[in-house]
Nanobody, 125 residues
Framework: VQLVESGGGLVQAGGSLRLSCAASGSTFTINAMGWYRQAPGNERELVASITSSGGSTNYTDSVKGRFTISRDNAKNTMYLQMNSLKPEDTAMYYC???????????????????WGQGTQVTVSS
């Protein structure tokens, strides 16, 4: 699996960016994809995730109402629309894909999955 992020850049506070993550190779029918971010000196944190059906999304509290995760399975691409950006959103943003499985009525997406190289997002005040 190869994951390539794009769309990062420098933006003023209050602005918007749209990140993309293009997947290639064996992307797996059942999977969960997510956006993580890591600022200098901080641990990598989950920003948002979405299942392969698109039916389940999850956001960290600090981005709820501002960020929207989506995916286009026909294009094997995931997106993160980021609005009302704040300086504290400044970080390297990474794309992640976890192959999944279905067992006894539940889906499982064990870590670590596959990672992209990241795209830098810098929000100036």
């Amino acid at each position: 699996v190869q994951l390539v992020e794009s769309g990062g850049g420098l933006v003023q506070a209050g602005g918007s960016l749209r990140l993309s993550c293009a997947a290639s190779g064996s992307t797996f029918t059942i999977n969960a994809m997510g956006w993580y971010r890591q600022a200098p000196g901080n641990e990598r944190e989950l920003v948002a995730s979405i299942t392969s059906s698109g039916g389940s999304t999850n956001y960290t509290d600090s981005v709820k109402g501002r960020f929207t995760i989506s995916r286009d399975n026909a294009k094997n691409t995931m997106y993160l629309q980021m609005n009302s950006l704040k300086p504290e959103d400044t970080a390297m943003y990474y794309c992640n894909l976890r192959p999944g499985s279905y067992y006894r009525g539940s889906y499982y997406y064990p870590p670590p999955g596959y990672w992209g190289q990241g795209t830098q997002v810098t929000v100036s005040s």
